[in-house]
């Protein structure tokens, strides 16, 4: 009744809807802990901490990508408000060590963040497994993932530019919809057309088809947690060129699952694009058996589930 | 002579070129009317009419439909028909005809002598209007609409090209990317750059010697197209080769997030200041406290800021993104870099440094002379003038 009596009172906006949605939520369903997967979402159980702890639930945030590392940067308001928040938070899931090295700048306490490196279902992919590293006249390059201006495509085409004109055979696929104009008129621009293919989105079953078709994966992207499409192809056995960017190097270790780039640097990239196209076939080989034993390793669905449920009773 | 000119809005105070246009024909004596959807409550230069509202409740658009369709029974019957037998012949459909008939009801009952489409992207849908009415149709092309558009909307042109009796670019490249788009080369074109109000940009504090740290400055949309995030990597690689200088964005935009990250990571975040949107007049005094003026776009139709800031006398360093490499003269007014190249940019920058300053002054003179002699609004009035007259 409080809680309806204080939305009547208040103004009529979606902010306050959407509290007296979550207020409603939490009184009918008392929950024991409140997971909040979006950093800035805080705002919305910002009454949370007005309870006296011992009878409030516990509250755990996700530490993802953007939210963490680039918004509290370029947004003082968001800085502000985990500076606020995140000293009073119960737990913080980070999706790597490097997202929750960054927090503690916004007031996590080191002692209440754990590191659970996300799962894959590698029972699903294992019917996708690349057999042959050997690469043809035009070598293929591959990116998956939505058009952000983070993914680095402008970056990867700079690249792409860079290869051709000094003299590589290349072919670069970038599997993402709603290609922006900046992609298009790069590539018109930088007179790639003849090759570069956008294919808008396709089934994941054929984006892990093309995985085994392709040469390499590219990700040239300028910030990450993990990206998880670098796993799959991890799983999937294509040798992998990434930015450095998050916490892209704990799951490429450089030289040996897979080759990393400085983040922006383009000649960099180009660098490790060369290093791996001129690797022998067993080199490129290795390289997917090793990315293939850390996935396994590190970021198997089981692990993934029980590391969870651990972390949840540690913090009740 | 009576002239219409379509654009989507009424320009404000800042949009000099059809401010000025606008001014200068009626100076001339010409009778201008203004076709905008939206009109500033400000606006008075001319008379304006905008075209009917579009209901998204099918009751309501059907019967605002049936009153449109009797007025224009009443006031243009001969030109909607005109109209509607154009639409068709060119392959439209009913349905798409009579939408059409809709949307430019406010002009079809004109008598015009010149109907001119202020971008070209403001002729969609309206390619068979001017030939209904019996006036000659002109378009401008300016940069979006015609560097931009056409990548997702490839074709979008054709009825316009066949229908256009006269084509207004602002620089040659653009015309250029209109030919790669299927305009015919043997319609009549002409080249009218935009302009500035020279008595206006005129500096007021003396010239002085290089500060420490630079000051750097750009007049951007945080856009994409703007290049900012190059123009951020080149001024990274000036720090490391210990060049101290302060970097002043004025502009706002859709892509803070993703250039002051990119300032960030470049680890130059201390020395980069995002303005934000400032009025006009206080650009100006900001401006003159530059050293150096930066414009690396990767698109640009021509780009009045670079104008602004030759006619202010400082030194501009631009890509060669389409209008301006004919904006500034390479090694005359200010220096010209190719696009995309931050480590050619830097290069150019610490070259301008190390510049004798005679040599200096002499560009900094000359960027200001061209910018009086070649793009000033009476010039630009007058190139006007000429195209709605000149056969």
Redesign the interface.
Known sequence: MNNLKSLLLSKISKENLINFNIKNIFLIFQPDIIHVQWASHILSFKFLFNIPIDIRPKIIISLRGRLIN??P???HKTAELYRKTFPIVDGFHAVSSAIGFEALRWGAEENKIRVIYSGLDLAKINTYTKKCWEIGPVAKILSVGRFH??KGY?LAL?GLKMLLDRGRAVHYTIIAPGVP??V???I???QLNAFVEIIPGMAQSRVFEKMTEADIFLLPS??EGIANVVLEAMAIGLPVVSSDCGGMDEVIQNNTTGLLFN??NIPDMVAQIEKMLDDTVQGREAFAQSARQKVEQQHSLEGFRADFNQFYNSVL | MRIGLVLNTSPSYSETFFQSKISGLKYQGFDVILFAENKASNFDLCQVKSPPKVSSFFGIQFIMLLWKFFQLGLTAPKQSYHFFCLERNSGRSLKETIKNIYLNSHILPEKLDWLHFGFATTALRSEHVAKAIRAKMGVSLRGYDIALYPLKHPECYRLLWHNVDKVHAISNDLLELAYQNGLNSEKPVKKITPAVDVSLYRRETPISTFHSPLKIFTVARLHWKKGLEYTLEALAILKKQGIPFRYTIIGAGEEYERLAFAAYQFGIQDWVSFKGKIPHDQVKSELENADIYLQYSIQEGFCNAVLEAQALGLLCVVSNAEGLSENIIHGRSGWVVPKRQPRLLAEQIKAILEMDEQYLLKIRTAAIERVRNEFNLEKQQQEFIKFYTEE
């Open positions: 680039i918004t940067r370029v947004d201006w983070k402008h700079d104009d900046e298009l008129y790069q018109k621009d930088q300028v910030e983040t922006r």
